[in-house]
């Protein structure tokens, strides 16, 4: 099964960084957000992806371009311009990186994707968000309940300390605890091909004229997952990641 990933957003909340470079390759742990997404996917055993490309793509095609070599010892005969590698292990990862527009939204950049997804089901989330979501264990409940597309349904981390009461005194106190402020779209979905008859063009945004209207068929399934969840919307959201990662507490680190 192919796993799609969006990743070509104009990323304006997080401006600080993404003036200079797209959103999926701000990095965590001297590694892009893309990179972490992908490994949680591979550690499943989805190992091909198709990289949605728009706002600043060419940083994503460089870093793949040059992400084997650099990752390695080699030698370079200069009269020739053989490549002679020594040593490193990679990772056995098909990658299809494709333009889908600058200014395409969700629903359109799909869509212009359809031959590389063809006629089978397929994986899609976007490239701002990490979790410790059981991948398998989605793609059987996918198949389980034979609707169209299933859809992660996350609690996000409560920006403040949540108190739980007994009469008057503070019974429990929980720092940021990961409880609801309501469920809402965590990304990580699995949807049939059929899914993509419900996009009209460029302009369509996946999230709303699409996904409503399989909601009213009875053909939109929640996966709810309670456990870790976070997406990476802000520069304190960054700072939030990169803080986990540093001291070996990352949850979504499952490879």
């Not at 359809?114 to 490239?127: A, H, L, R, V």
């Not at 091909?193 to 945004?205: A, E, K, M, N, S």
Request: one cysteine or more; a negative charge.
């Amino acid at each position: 099964m192919k796993v799609v990933i969006l990743a070509g957003g104009l990323g304006t909340r997080l401006s600080e960084e993404t003036t200079v470079k797209p959103k999926p390759m701000v990095e965590i742990g001297g590694q892009p957000m893309l990179w972490h997404i992908m490994n949680i996917y591979a550690a499943a055993g989805f190992k091909e992806f198709i990289v949605a490309l728009g706002y600043k793509g060419e940083f994503i095609k460089n870093f793949f371009l040059n992400y084997y070599y650099l990752r390695k010892d080699f030698t370079i005969s200069l009269d020739n311009g053989r490549v002679d590698v020594h040593n490193g292990t990679h990772e056995d990862w098909k990658i299809h990186l494709v333009d889908t527009g600058e200014a395409t939204d969700t629903g359109g950049r799909l869509k212009r994707l359809s031959k590389w997804i063809g006629d089978e089901p397929f994986m899609m989330t976007y490239g701002d968000g990490v979790s410790n979501i059981d991948v398998a264990n989605l793609v059987k409940f996918h198949r389980s309940h034979g609707k169209l597309a299933t859809i992660t349904a996350v609690r996000p981390p409560s920006r403040f300390g949540g108190l739980r009461f007994e009469g008057d005194l503070v019974a429990e106190f929980m720092e940021k605890p990961q409880i609801g402020e309501g469920w809402i779209n965590g990304g990580f979905f699995v949807l049939e091909p059929q899914v993509l008859d419900f996009i009209r063009g460029d302009d369509t945004i996946f999230e709303r004229d699409p996904l409503e209207k399989l909601a009213q068929m009875e053909q939109l399934v929640a996966y709810r997952h309670d456990n870790f969840w976070q997406c990476m919307d802000t520069l304190r959201d960054v700072r939030l990641l990169e803080s986990l990662w540093q001291e070996g507490k990352a949850p979504w680190k499952v490879w």
